[in-house]
């Protein structure tokens, strides 16, 4: 894999202008290509840091397909939905049609394997005639790390770190609330164009030094290496980069 890109900025301000204008660049070369942007989304702070997009002209959101990295089994309208966090801080304040956002199917909660297999569908709906590649192509997938390592909602030590076939995977052990989720699986994150981590505050620099500086210690995050064109970025601030030997 290529080596990943660290950015890190003096800011939150900074860093979120940045995302915005990277996105951008994203959207432009994938619109050019094929005239669409598959973009997947995290929970925790990601959506806010997004905010960089609303009201910017340069944004098509009519072409914009958007999956969620991991979710947590619950309504739509649950304070625990990363949904309901994507759209009350991002969806709910820019022209995106409704068609374009793809949530869990709520009427499904009860069954996890029906789940996470309807949503595996639903990425198939996307991706599989247009690619034969056997896993989704994402144009952008953008991660959160906890301070645990965790990303999406891939754990230590857990035994979805070695999935390799399925594109969905739930689990009902989560060792953070909620423990019912479904996540992306690696193959799914390793195969995008683009990925990236967006990491700030002083509270991960000790996982960010540990995931870029040792990542033979296997964090969860230190996992997500894209294939070869695919590529690694991070946007840090700095205090969460402070001990990180590579900047
Ligand atoms: C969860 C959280 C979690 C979060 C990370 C990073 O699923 O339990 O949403 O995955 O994204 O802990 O959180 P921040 O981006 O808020 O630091």
Redesign the pocket.
């Known amino acids: 894999p290529n080596a990943p890109i660290l950015n890190s900025f003096p800011n939150t301000d900074v860093l979120v202008e940045s995302l915005a204008a990277f996105t951008i660049k994203a959207q432009k070369e994938s619109l050019d290509k094929k005239g669409r942007f598959t973009v997947a989304l ?5 959506p806010k ?1 997004l905010r960089g997009l609303i009201d910017n002209p340069a944004v098509k959101w009519d072409k914009w397909q958007v999956f969620y990295v ?1 979710e ?1 089994v619950v309504p739509h309208d649950h304070p625990d939905s ?1 949904h309901l ?1 994507c759209t009350t801080h991002l969806f709910s304040q820019v022209p995106i049609p409704a068609e374009n956002i793809h949530p869990i199917d709520a009427s499904l909660l009860n069954d996890l394997e029906e789940l996470s297999d309807a949503y595996e569908k639903e990425l198939i709906r996307e991706f599989a005639q247009k690619d034969s590649a056997r896993f989704p192509i994402f144009d952008l997938i953008l ?6 390592g ?4 891939l754990f230590p030590g857990h035994e979805l770190l070695t999935e390799e076939d399925r594109w969905i995977a739930y689990l009902e052990d ?1 060792p ?3 423990p019912k ?1 479904i996540t992306f699986t690696y193959p799914v994150i390793n195969h995008a164009s683009r990925v990236v981590f ?4 002083k ?2 620099v000790d996982t960010l030094s540990g995931v870029l500086d040792r990542p033979e210690e296997g964090l969860p995050s230190a996992r997500v290496k894209p294939a070869f064109p695919g590529q690694l970025y991070w946007f840090v601030d700095d205090a969460a980069a402070e001990k990180t030997g590579s900047v």
């Not at 991660?143 to 645990?148: N, Q, V």
């Open positions: 995290s929970g925790g702070s990601l840091m991991d947590r990363n966090a991660l959160g790390m906890g301070p645990d965790h990303t999406a909602s989560s953070k609330p909620p989720r967006v990491a700030a505050g509270e991960k």
